[in-house]
């Protein structure tokens, strides 16, 4: 039996921040990158899954996020990343070309990146920015998973609807892209997204009673 090792996330730590992608930690060997709108929540959804209401800086004012900022899981070469939130307002359209060319760069290049975590404020989602991230993401063979943020604001029939709408939208890409609801507010959520966490940064662990080396499990 493959057992999954289980990442405690209230570890985490701030390592630095990275204006690109050379910049970027060498020694982190796994990563996910968080990526959002502005005010899709971000922060705060970092800030919850660590325990941490200070981790990730929050305002009122979007677009404050300009840095990629580096998070490590304890003292294991691996990491949360929030990257900075595409489409801010109130920007210099020079520093948010800058921005956005450095950006792609993070994503194209970075070869320690497992996986996306793509937040959507669940009363607006799919937007043309986050579909712009769902097809690069398709286009670079990098798993997505869909944090329908702010599920707290919309009643449980109307956030499953949503949630319903948006795994249809993304039906044809398989098993590339997940989709789920959550709330930083109030917590909902936050298993199912530890869970598509541990599975992308940690190896499946072999135990005793399964032979090392049989792909069945």
């Not at 490590?72 to 060319?101: C, H, M, S, T």
């Not at 609801?181 to 940064?201: E, H, P």
């Amino acid at each position: 039996m493959i057992a999954q090792e289980s990442l405690t996330y209230t570890n985490t730590q701030f390592v630095k921040s990275a204006a690109k992608l050379s910049q970027c930690p060498m020694e982190i060997e796994r990563e996910v990158a968080f990526a959002g709108r502005s005010n899709a929540g971000k922060s705060s959804a970092l800030n919850r899954l660590t325990g941490n209401k200070k981790l990730a800086r929050t305002s009122k004012t979007p677009g404050r996020t300009q840095l990629i900022n580096y998070f490590q899981i304890g003292d294991k070469p691996l990491a949360l990343v929030d990257l900075p939130g595409y489409g801010f307002a109130k920007v210099p359209l020079a520093v948010k070309n800058e921005w956005q060319r450095e950006l792609g760069n993070y994503l194209q290049k970075r070869d320690p990146l497992v996986g996306l975590v793509l937040l959507m404020d669940i009363r607006h989602p799919m937007k043309e920015f986050d579909m712009a991230m769902l097809d690069w993401a398709i286009e670079a063979g990098m798993p997505v998973h869909v944090l329908l943020t702010k599920a707290d604001k919309l009643k449980r029939g109307p956030a499953q609807s949503t949630m319903l709408q948006v795994k249809k939208a993304v039906k044809h890409l398989g098993d590339q892209v997940t989709v789920q609801t959550f709330s930083s507010l109030t917590g909902d959520g936050i298993d199912v997204l530890k869970k598509r966490l541990d599975l992308w940064l940690t190896a499946p662990e072999e135990t005793d009673d399964q032979p090392a080396g049989n792909p069945e499990a």
